[in-house]
């Protein structure tokens, strides 16, 4: 899945509603809500009225290579900025890996999606599992039976600290579970209870948080809805 992204320009149109985990708050400018009729209304900052949220932008901003390195000078920086305003124009949303945003892209919402590689880590540190062509099955099985550790929820916490202290603005959706709880990178797949667990600790420090759900997801299609 990762190679096919790198290779290719898929578009995502987001059009949420409440089963995105939602719930209201006023920490953050740009504000949520869930409609009568279910959709996901959305207040910009300086508005009185709520409208439906729609939006729609790619995994990759064509031409535009995200790093996680500042600029080395003015001039580079004016150049990016530049070529990113531009190849971004037609689109309100991005997905943004955590560390690579930059202050032009402020005016973007920014999906954020760090728990595949945040999930990655914690099992790389279980002794013991296989690594021959099953692993996948293996690590999959070894997060499910930890989901409701202490220990697991103390990492899942700390590393959504993390996550909460480099925030890229106030428009911001969590992602990708997806390829948490539901798809899958290649034979990589997790269960939907691990995707649950981290939707529930997000909420628990950013009660305003609103997270995407792809409910087809990648490899185990609709594996959600069975379990």
């Known amino acids: 899945m990762r190679k096919t992204k790198k290779k290719s320009i898929n578009f995502c149109v987001l059009i949420l509603f409440s089963i995105a985990f939602h719930q209201q708050s006023i920490a953050q400018k740009f504000n949520w809500k869930t409609g009568h009729d279910g959709w996901i209304m959305s ?16 995994w990759h901003v064509p031409g535009y290579v995200f790093t996680n390195s500042p600029e080395a000078d003015e001039q580079t920086y004016r ?9 971004s124009e037609p689109f309100n949303m991005l997905f943004v890996t955590p560390g690579t945003q930059k202050d032009y892209m402020a005016d973007k ?21 296989p690594t021959g062509d099953d ?4 690590r999959s099985r070894a997060i499910k039976e930890r989901v ?4 697991f929820e103390q990492y899942l916490d700390a590393e959504i600290k993390k996550l909460s202290e ?26 939907p ?6 939707s529930n600790r997000l909420k628990k420090q950013d009660k305003n ?13 609709s594996t959600y809805f069975f379990e």
């Open 43 to 58: 207040q910009e900052e300086g508005n009185r009225e709520y409208e439906k949220f729609f939006a729609i932008g790619p």
């Open 79 to 87: 150049e990016n900025a530049a070529l990113f305003q531009k190849k």
């Open 109 to 129: 919402i920014h999906i954020l999606n760090p728990f595949s590689p945040m999930l990655h880590a914690y099992i790389d540190k279980i002794p013991g599992l």
């Open 135 to 138: 692993k996948d099955y293996y």
């Open 148 to 151: 409701n550790s202490p220990e």
């Open 166 to 191: 480099n925030l890229p603005n106030d428009k911001y959706i969590y992602s990708h579970i997806d390829e948490i709880a539901l798809g899958g990178v290649g034979k990589w797949a997790v269960p």
């Open 193 to 198: 209870s691990v995707g649950a667990k981290i």
């Open 209 to 221: 948080a609103l997270v995407f759900v792809d409910l087809l997801g990648h490899s185990k299609g």
